[in-house]
């Protein structure tokens, strides 16, 4: 199969656009080759492009970081802005000289590094947004979109479709790029060793609460070490945290966060998972299906520039709600998510009695599943996994 002729349409765009016409510079942060590049030269054609991450253009920059600016246009794009700190404070006062909006855009692939630099020069003058691999909605625009286990096995990032490579040599080229150029600074080469071992743990424990003692204890390494290794994970996009619910309704509920992955692509490959078969049979199938729901949920908001209210619900009863939406006041949703193509009512059970403690009506209380069947009732709500996905950006 040939490459894709043109360039898949990112939903951030108008997002970013607009932020550039509020705000002197623009931030924009995401996994490594999740498309940020691209979409910037894509969006900003006027804009020049510089790219630190090219030896030659770094030494110049650190050696005259003022002189490197002046010398530039007024409107400038900075990739891998992080190899350079002392330009963090140049373009701070060049921007505040010039008092104009969109002058600058910083991008970069470390983003533990680039957001420090951010929240040290920057802070009220940038504005941040995030671009994660394609949503199964941006997908939706090829000439041949996925269907929903295809984008479940092979995830988000561009290059799987715009090249049509192999997925297993793109994520094995992908976390030896990962560890080698962004995460060995921090670590010896035993521990790079120990952190693929990490790594491959955090896969099977995907939407599971977040175990360090387990984790230190199967990787060989110390509970602290555990954590600063999640942060780096999360940090640079590779996973994220769900965090719990917290309300007074009478019940103990747990405080401990869950574990997910940006991309189920990535997390498929990490979990030993190759064709849409072993993903359909797989004990981790279910799990899988989740982080990919609440994942494009993440994208949904993301994409358009808003600051998620998502959490799950588990109280000391082990009742569970997968997903609860809380970004809109007005329009809470609890989400049961149900790899099942048939619908049965014992799966609505939670929903229906936490739609009850939390006062949520009948419409917000969902049951995902994987079916062609839809129903609405006085209780709750039956929705198929792709008309919720088509309602995402």
């Known amino acids: 199969m040939g490459k894709v002729d043109r360039m898949i349409p990112r939903a951030i765009s108008s997002a970013a656009q607009q932020r550039l ?155 030896e790029t990962y560890i080698e150029r962004d995460i060995s600074g921090f670590m010896d080469v035993r521990d790079s060793r120990s952190f693929r071992t990490f790594l491959g743990l955090c896969a099977t424990n995907a939407g599971n609460l977040v175990n360090f003692s387990n984790l230190a204890r199967d990787t060989g390494i110390a509970f602290r070490t555990a954590q600063s290794w999640l942060s780096l994970l999360e940090s640079s996009y590779i996973t994220f945290s769900l965090q719990p619910w917290f309300s007074n309704i009478g019940k103990r509920l747990t405080k401990t966060p869950k574990l997910y992955f940006y991309d189920t692509g990535l997390l498929c490959y990490l979990l030993g998972i190759r064709t849409q078969e072993q993903l359909r049979t797989s004990p981790f199938a279910g799990a899988i299906f989740e982080n990919f729901i609440v994942s494009e949920t993440l994208k949904n908001y993301y994409n358009r520039g808003e600051r998620p209210e998502l959490y799950f619900y588990r109280d000391d009863s082990k009742v569970e709600v997968d997903l609860l939406d809380f970004t809109d006041p007005a329009n809470r949703r609890l989400y049961e998510i149900k790899t099942s193509q048939t619908y049965h009512s014992r799966l609505a059970r939670a929903v229906i009695s936490i739609g009850d403690a939390l006062s949520i009506p009948a419409q917000g209380r969902i049951v995902l599943y994987q079916g062609d069947e839809e129903l609405q009732s006085s209780t709750h709500t039956v929705m198929t996994a792709n008309h919720y996905l088509s309602q995402l950006m």
């Open 21 to 175: 016409a509020w705000y002197p510079i623009l931030s924009l942060t995401g996994p490594r080759q999740s498309g940020k590049s691209t979409l910037l030269k894509s969006l900003f054609p006027d804009y020049e492009y510089v790219n630190l991450e090219n030896p030659t253009t770094r030494a110049l920059a650190s050696e005259d970081p003022i002189g490197f600016l002046r010398n530039k246009r007024q409107h400038l794009i900075i990739d891998e802005a992080q190899y350079v700190p002392e330009l963090f404070s140049v373009v701070q006062v060049l921007s505040d000289e010039r008092n104009e909006n969109g002058q600058y855009i910083l991008s970069g692939s470390q983003n533990f590094l680039l957001l420090k630099q951010i929240k040290q020069s920057l802070a009220g003058r940038v504005s941040l947004l995030k671009l994660l691999p394609l949503s199964y909605h941006e997908l939706s625009s090829l000439d041949e979109p996925p269907s929903l286990d295809l984008a479940c096995l092979q995830g988000g990032y561009p290059r799987l479709y715009d090249s049509r490579i192999n997925p297993s040599i793109f994520f094995g080229d992908y976390l």
